[in-house]
T-cell receptor, first 110, second 114 residues
């Protein structure tokens, strides 16, 4: 079983749609839950992260962690064509390696 | 603030040849990572340095891959001999420390082994 599972998509939505991206993980020691965004032919860049369970909001983006079910979500409201990218979840224990999911490729159509 | 610099951007080699990649992290970042990203997959950590010491190289294929970090700053990753399955993007990243802090990634080196 992979430590982190993520639906690779691809996911295609119209502009303005609400997007839900999800990951599951198996290691209960994970404490930090990162979301990276990767544009084509670029390196990943940190979008946001949460520590332990709960929600965190940053503009149009909301990250949600449910440690009891080992489920991580990223919601994008009012999606824009500029949001078209691959989104990678990356939980870790702190001081240890990031374990990336496969990434979900998102396309937002104008 | 300058980002993580990597070179070359692209490299095509034949199998069994050797290749080296170079990384210059963000100034002041003690932790440096090398990741391998195969097409359609997430990045996989190959090696993590803290200053010039190795913290984690458990996923580095040591029979063919080697890495060093010179004076705790620049780093090189070498593959010798290369195999077809080494075709991937090699990403270098750095962070202030390795504990729950943001890792900044370079643009990567795209390696094609033919």
């Amino acid at each position: 079983q992979k430590e982190v599972e993520q639906d690779p998509g691809p996911l295609s939505v119209p502009e303005g749609a609400i997007v839900s991206l999800n990951c599951t993980y198996s290691n209960s020691a994970f404490q930090y839950f990162m979301w990276y965004r990767q544009y084509s032919r670029k390196g990943p860049e940190l979008l946001m992260y949460t520590y332990s369970s709960g929600n965190k909001e940053d503009g149009r983006f909301t990250a949600q962690v449910d440690k009891s079910s080992k489920y991580i979500s990223l919601f994008i409201r009012d999606s824009q064509p500029s949001d078209s990218a691959t989104y990678l979840c990356a939980p870790h224990r702190g001081g240890s390696r990031l374990t990336f999911g496969e990434g979900t490729q998102l396309t937002v159509n104008p | 603030e300058a980002g993580v610099a990597q070179s070359p951007r692209y490299k095509i080699i034949e199998k069994r040849q050797s290749v080296a990649f170079w990384c210059n992290p963000i100034s002041g970042h003690a932790t440096l990572y090398w990741y391998q990203q195969i097409l359609g997959q997430g990045p996989k950590l190959l090696i993590q340095f803290q200053n010039n010491g190795v913290v984690d190289d458990s996923q580095l294929p040591k029979d063919r891959f080697s890495a060093e970090r010179l004076k705790g700053v620049d780093s090189t990753l070498k593959i010798q001999p290369a195999k077809l399955e080494d075709s991937a993007v090699y990403l270098c990243a750095s962070s202030v420390t390795g504990v729950g802090t943001e890792a900044f990634f370079g643009q990567g080196t795209r390696l094609t082994v033919v």
